[in-house]
């Protein structure tokens, strides 16, 4: 015998009773499907992680010092960036008057056309079939909710955390306990390509894990 129920976060529970030794008892499909799962909650980075973007960030960060005259190679703003924005700017553009503001603005531009790793989306799929839940953090605006319309991601994400939020920058916690505290995430995931992004996770008692690529993390998940 089975029943449905729509929960308050407005997800469908298939219920359904075992006879055991004259008793019934009540289970639920969705953590019986769990079970075959490592985490039940999964917080994303958005940048080097779901979204392939260092190389169009790395051009307009290139092109935005240009305009201050000032010259840097590729690869070298290209490894900086994968520290941080902050450590890239601390290096390169540390008094430079409307730098950020100016390079957002070119990287905004160049992210018009966003392009998702490969494998993403599936495994973003697998993940949500199985009963699990995502949730983003990224230090971006709500041009980040543009970006997972345009690369048809946006259903799958419970809540989206931005710049638009108000919480402090990783390292910092801060966003992590708001969404641990919020969603009652006790089986979470931080995935990020930066240490920034696991000193972050790791300081909200959540478990980490260094993005290096959809296959890789497929094997660190069973997936």
């Known amino acids: 015998m ?21 008793k019934s008892s009540l289970f639920s499909q969705k953590n019986a499907i769990m079970k075959g799962m490592k985490y039940h909650d999964y ?10 973007n260092y190389e169009t960030s790395t051009a ?22 994968k520290v941080s924005t902050d450590f890239a700017i601390e290096t390169f553009a540390p008094n430079l008057e409307h730098f950020l503001e100016k390079y957002k603005e070119n990287e905004a531009r160049e ?53 638009s939020s108000g919480f ?4 910092d916690p801060e966003s992590m306990i708001y969404l641990r505290e919020k969603y009652q995430i006790s089986s979470g995931l931080v995935i990020g390509d930066r240490p920034i992004d696991i000193e972050a996770g ?3 008692g959540l478990a980490t894990h ?13 997936m």
């Open 2 to 22: 089975s029943l449905v129920k729509i929960s308050k976060t407005g997800v469908k529970l298939s219920f359904f009773y075992v006879e055991n030794s004259g």
């Open 43 to 52: 917080i994303w980075d958005l940048g080097g992680t779901l979204l392939d």
């Open 60 to 81: 307009a960060f290139v092109e935005t010092l240009a305009l201050y005259g000032i010259t840097q190679d590729h690869d070298s703003v290209y490894q900086a960036l």
């Open 111 to 163: 992210l018009e056309h966003p392009i998702l790793f490969d494998g993403v989306s599936d495994l973003l799929e697998d993940i949500s079939n199985q009963g699990g839940r995502h949730f983003l953090v990224s230090h971006r605006n709500d041009q980040v909710l543009e970006i997972l319309e345009k690369t048809s991601i946006a259903t799958y994400f419970t809540e989206v955390v931005t710049s």
């Open 168 to 171: 402090k920058r990783k390292p």
């Open 202 to 204: 790791q300081a909200a």
């Open 210 to 222: 260094l993005f290096t690529s959809i296959v890789n993390l497929r094997q660190v998940l069973d």
